[in-house]
T-cell receptor, first 111, second 112 residues
Framework: EDQVTQSPEALRLQEGESSSLNCSYTVSGLRGLFWYRQDPGKGPEFLFTLYSAGEEKEKERLKATLTKKESFLHITAPKPEDSATYLCAVQAATSYDKVIFGPGTSLSVIP | DAGVTQSPTHLIKTRGQQVTLRCSPKSGHDTVSWYQQALGQGPQFIFQYYEEEERQRGNFPDRFSGHQFPNYSSELNVNALLLGDSALYLC???????????FGNGTRLTVT
């Protein structure tokens, strides 16, 4: 069964303190791995798509990387506005367009 | 360019009642997926519609049903509401073939 886990569940960082969020996945043939950001009371906002091991994508202070079993979201010198829940999701090659989400990591960046 | 819009934004219902939630996809998108998100959890896949048909379904009972219209908009219906159905219901649209999902801001359903 396709599955996504994320760690840590919650993370508190001081402004400027870099860190990484982990996403581990089990899927029968990966079509794509997605990262989303979700602010309280809002829908998830798309950040990145990764398709194959070794691929990296960057956007401002965020960089996403992918291996055969995991993905990491690296946050460099975070600011308070980066505080949000970060969701990882996978799409299997055999499941049409169904996307399975992990439970998320709640990030708080303290000024 | 209008994104995904959902209505209503909030809804309070009584146990046993029925509810209908509505979604208009992002312009140019043809596929609509519905998710249930309980507080503090990730979105759980309910089902997906393409060409007015349910194409895939998650582990949700038959009380959850849906519809897609020729203009690609969609409805989610939940019958015989239970307290446990209280959640944020998210609609996401995409293009067939696996483009990233684009989400609306959801409908917050409270069942009392």
């Amino acid at each position: 069964e396709d599955q996504v886990t994320q760690s840590p569940e919650a993370l508190r960082l001081q402004e400027g303190e870099s860190s990484s969020l982990n996403c581990s996945y089990t899927v029968s043939g990966l079509r794509g791995l997605f990262w989303y950001r979700q602010d309280p009371g809002k829908g998830p906002e798309f950040l990145f798509t990764l398709y194959s091991a070794g691929e990296e994508k960057e956007k401002e202070r965020l960089k996403a990387t992918l291996t055969k079993k995991e993905s990491f979201l690296h946050i460099t010198a975070p600011k308070p506005e980066d505080s949000a829940t970060y969701l990882c999701a996978v799409q299997a090659a055999t499941s049409y367009d169904k996307v399975i989400f992990g439970p998320g990591t709640s990030l708080s960046v303290i000024p | 360019d209008a994104g995904v819009t959902q209505s209503p934004t909030h809804l309070i219902k009584t146990r046993g009642q029925q509810v209908t939630l509505r979604c208009s996809p992002k312009s140019g998108h043809d596929t609509v997926s519905w998710y249930q998100q309980a507080l503090g959890q990730g979105p759980q896949f309910i089902f997906q519609y393409y060409e007015e048909e349910e194409r895939q379904r998650g582990n949700f009972p038959d009380r959850f049903s849906g519809h897609q219209f020729p203009n690609y908009s969609s409805e989610l219906n939940v019958n015989a509401l239970l307290l446990g159905d209280s959640a944020l219901y998210l609609c996401a649209s995409s293009l067939k073939g696996g483009s990233p999902l684009h989400f609306g801001n959801g409908t917050r359903l409270t069942v009392t």
